[in-house]
């Protein structure tokens, strides 16, 4: 059976500043999501810290007009209910007023994934707050192309030939600027490119040895759309595991490293990336950043309950771990690489500060070999 799976998620109202949304405002785009949702063959609505994400099961082919309206709509429908509720940052994602065939360029994120169910089809939905698109950068370098993180590359004949990085320019603004590299051969290439999370960010990846697609991310820069600082972006993404791809624990064991990502408060420092349960809110410096990561099995269109993946005792030793990388940083306030470079920096109050302190530098004199 051939499916699509959209996950697509928007910030439209917080309790508390940027902590998580209300339980009215869960329970009012569920309730229309539920309503609308006729030509759905299963949903999912969660939350994680200020974020909420539609999960939707279809078969309609990525980038449809009735899946994307419908998404957008229960989101226009939840900001309704925040702003009865007075919630912080009320339709905050919500970048553009007219819908206009899909959610690309409005502001909410998507993950889309169309393919032939397998007879066993499991997958993962990870979930990021208070962070960058290219925060899954790392995570799914060391899980698709790394054997000391992904033995399978080794173990397994499906994925003897490795797979397809599909990796886009997110600060080119006139259209879509990929580039698709393999590994193994290009793993160079790809580790220039990946290491640059704030420009460069893996848009999927697909199975060499089968050609089908493992890997959906969200690319969207909410500041490329709104011309300012409006919220940080908040990746989602979708991974297909097991058999011709890497199992399950391959692609959750990177993040075991609490790498350093953009974001944390006001979008503008570095901080580490922190894997939580579902339903966790931001609390520490409107963070730390986080993620976290819903496991299911589909079967005919129809979802299984969900697997909480970082609800487990191991992951609390992890967290425990991240929560002292992320007061070290912050120890150092503004100072260095604590503080995303200018052109990153959400807020445009330094940057407006510069240019006032610009013109007052002075120059004493010349280097003697300089006239």
């Not at 051939?2 to 569920?30: C, F, N, Y």
């Not at 893996?202 to 919220?231: D, F, M, P, W």
Request: charged share 25%; net charge negative; hydrophobic share 40%.
């Amino acid at each position: 059976m051939k499916i699509t799976l959209s996950a697509i998620k928007a910030d439209i109202g917080s309790i508390g500043g940027h902590l998580r949304p209300s339980e009215g405002l869960l329970a009012r785009v569920a309730e229309h999501v539920a309503r609308e949702g006729k030509a759905l063959l299963d949903r999912y609505v969660v939350f994680t810290g200020d974020d909420i994400t539609i999960l939707m099961v279809h078969n309609l082919g990525e980038g449809n007009e009735k899946i994307h309206r419908l998404a957008w709509e229960a989101f226009r429908a939840g900001t309704e209910a925040a702003k009865a509720e007075g919630l912080y940052g009320t339709g905050q994602d919500l970048l553009k007023e007219a819908f206009s065939g899909n959610v690309r360029g409005l502001g909410p994120a998507a993950a889309e994934l169309e393919f032939e169910e397998r007879p066993n089809e499991p997958f993962l939905l990870f979930m990021a707050d208070k962070t960058e698109p290219g925060a899954y950068n790392l995570p799914l370098y060391l899980a698709f192309a790394d054997p000391m993180y992904c033995p399978g590359l080794m173990l397994s004949p499906s994925m003897r030939e490795g797979f397809s990085f599909n990796i886009m320019d997110v600060s080119y603004t006139e259209g879509d600027r990929v580039i698709k590299l393999h590994a193994p051969e290009e793993l160079y290439d790809i580790a220039c490119l990946l290491r640059d999370n704030e420009r460069f960010v893996v848009e999927s990846i697909h199975s060499r040895t089968t050609g089908e697609q493992a890997v959906a991310c969200s690319t969207t820069r909410l500041h490329n759309i709104a011309g300012k600082y409006t919220g940080k972006d908040d990746p989602i993404m979708i991974v297909r595991v097991q058999s011709q791809f890497p199992a399950t624990g391959e692609v959750l064991a990177p993040f075991e490293i609490g790498h350093y990502v953009g974001g944390f408060m006001r979008g503008s420092h570095h901080g580490p990336l922190m894997p939580v349960r579902k339903g966790s809110t931001v609390s520490y410096f409107d963070g730390p950043p986080i993620v976290s990561c819903l496991a299911f099995c589909v079967h005919e269109g129809k979802l299984t309950e969900p697997v909480d993946a970082f609800d487990h005792p191991f992951w609390d030793w992890v967290r425990d771990k991240v929560a002292q990388k992320a007061a070290e940083l912050r120890r150092q306030g503004f100072s260095g690489p604590a503080m995303l470079g200018y052109g990153e920096l959400e807020y445009g109050g330094i940057t407006e500060r510069m240019r006032r302190l610009e013109g007052r530098f002075v120059v004493r004199g010349l280097h003697p070999e300089r006239v």
